[in-house]
């Protein structure tokens, strides 16, 4: 059984999830990337989710969020549970879409954090030897339209949902740099410079190992059931929290482990029929079963400036 987490409004969060079998269930195409945006906007519109930065690669995607309301379990469940259901009746599939396990949900707890988040989401398919530049990705990538404060937009999958449906025509999907994270225009400056030097950096990496990038032609001819032929590393770290600075992590994990220990003890009293408190933060009992639970902290110390 997983740990269960501490959700808590006013926090960044990097989000990602891997295809079943490493297969390139999200290889770039029209349908593929419209489905990816529209789905993405709607979910983060209904559970009040601020999106900062998406990237869907060929078998994975990240996306660095705020989440300003406490609601992030609520949006990635609609987003999964949507795009699996939608891409897999594009593909004409009937199993399952994502790899078994938990999304990966990694907590940014510092400016520091997110920018270096932000700029490894941006540039994960150079990373990946995929493209030698960011705007060369033919996959969703939210990159250029951050900087330039324009939105994504998309329409209703017509191959998945009905026209008469609940579901709106197109989604605007606004990537929002948050005032908690700083001046937008000075974010927007820095990302920049950053993106342009892990560009320049990987290129001359590239230059001296003799390696090349696989291309955009390659990446949209691969097939949708194919998988990468290198050997996924196994049994590895699954982080919970990203923080440079050592004293910052320090106290975020032990903050968890707090809320853990403080969660099992009211779980274990209310099991067993005695009055507990649950700890500020617990989700899934206080929505499906109205458990009590202790109020949260201030908002000025869920955030940062």
Known sequence: MSLPREVVPGRFYMICRRCVLRQFLLRPDDVTNNCFIYLLGEAAQRAGIDVILPVAMSNHYHVVIFDRHGHYPEFMYRFHQLLARSLNAHRGRWE????SGSPGVVRLVDK???????????????KDHLVDKVHHWPGVNGYAAL?????????????????????????????????????????????????????????????????????????????????????????????????????????????????VVEYRDARTRWLAGIAAIFPPGTYWLRRFAGVPVAPLPSPSTLSFN
């Open 96 to 99: 399952h879409f994502w790899a």
């Open 147 to 259: 900087l330039a404060g324009k939105p994504l937009t998309a329409t209703r999958p017509r191959h998945f949902f009905r026209a008469e449906g609940p579901m709106p025509r197109s989604v605007t999907l606004e990537l929002v740099i948050p005032p908690e994270l700083g001046d937008p225009d000075e974010i927007r400056r820095e990302l920049k410079a950053r993106v342009e030097a892990a560009e320049a950096a990987l290129a001359d990496e590239r230059r001296r190992t003799g390696r090349r990038v696989l291309g955009r032609r390659a990446v949209l001819a691969q097939s949708p059931s194919a998988q990468p032929a290198t050997v996924e590393p196994r049994r590895g770290l699954n982080p919970r929290v990203a923080a440079k600075d050592k004293w910052s992590r320090t106290e975020a994990l032990l903050r968890n482990r707090e809320f």
């Open 112 to 126: 520091e954090d997110v920018m270096r988040m932000l700029v490894y989401v941006a540039t994960n398919p150079i």
